[in-house]
């Protein structure tokens, strides 16, 4: 049974200031992760995606990947409270679907 | 491409009725996905399809839940019979077969038994 945890928030950053969004999994054979968006009453929408070990960066987003540890997280960056939602990370891909955490709920204070 | 696409938005059924929920994935793709969404279990993968097939349907959660894709642009979910907990919103979501790419929600359904 592959699991994604996440921590459930609510996670509370200062407007401007980074907030860090962390996910661990229990398939070490996993290969393709992916952070999604989700705002109150609305359907999941992709942001980041990432396969390598490393970082990678679009815009304000940043996702990190430890494969080692089995551990992803995304940083935001000059926060704003349009980032305020409840962010998903998600395992797996292709024609395995997606197992998802829980979604941590992130709350940017203006 | 007007992306996936559900019907009905909201279900608001008696329990022990049939259920029926639609999908229309986006055209070209060839997996398709049924998620449940609740607050205390979070997003759960119900049931995929691959070139409309059913590959894995070990995450429905009884007998009550069945899924038919008789065709490339068309799925459904039914519930019969349904029971207050079923109570959720139904996503579907459909993806590329490749490398791993991402997955496209559709709105959702919720769903609510009285």
Redesign the interface.
């Known amino acids: 049974q592959k699991e994604v945890e996440q921590n459930s928030g609510p996670l509370s950053v200062p407007e401007g200031a980074i907030a860090s969004l962390n996910c661990t999994y229990s398939d070490r054979g996993s ?2 992760f ?1 952070w999604y968006r989700q705002y109150s009453g ?5 942001i980041m ?1 990432i ?1 390598s070990n490393g970082d990678k960066e679009d815009g304000r987003f940043t996702a990190q990947l430890n494969k080692a540890s089995q551990y992803v997280s995304l940083l935001i960056r000059d926060s704003q409270p349009s980032d305020s939602a409840t962010y ?1 990370c998600a395992v ?12 941590t709920h992130l709350i940017i204070q203006p | 491409d007007a992306g996936v696409i559900q019907s009905p938005r909201h279900e608001v059924t008696e329990m022990g009725q049939e259920v029926t929920l639609r999908c229309k994935p986006i055209s070209g793709h060839n ?1 398709l ?1 049924w ?1 449940r969404q609740t607050m205390m ?5 119900l049931i ?1 399809f ?1 070139n409309n097939v059913p ?2 349907d070990s995450g429905m959660p009884e007998d009550r839940f069945s899924a038919k894709m008789p065709n490339a642009s068309f799925s459904t979910l039914k519930i019969q019979p349904s029971e207050p907990r079923d109570s959720a919103v139904y ?1 579907c ?1 459909s ?1 590329w ?12 359904t919720r769903l609510t038994v009285v």
Request: hydrophobic letters at 30%.
């Open positions: 290969q393709s992916f609305k359907s999941p929408e992709l995606f396969y998903l797996g891909g292709g024609a395995d679907g997606l197992t998802f955490g829980k979604g | 997996s996905f998620y279990r979070g997003l759960e993968l995929y691959n590959i894995d996503f979501a993806s077969t490749g490398e791993s790419t991402e997955a496209f929600f559709g709105q959702g």
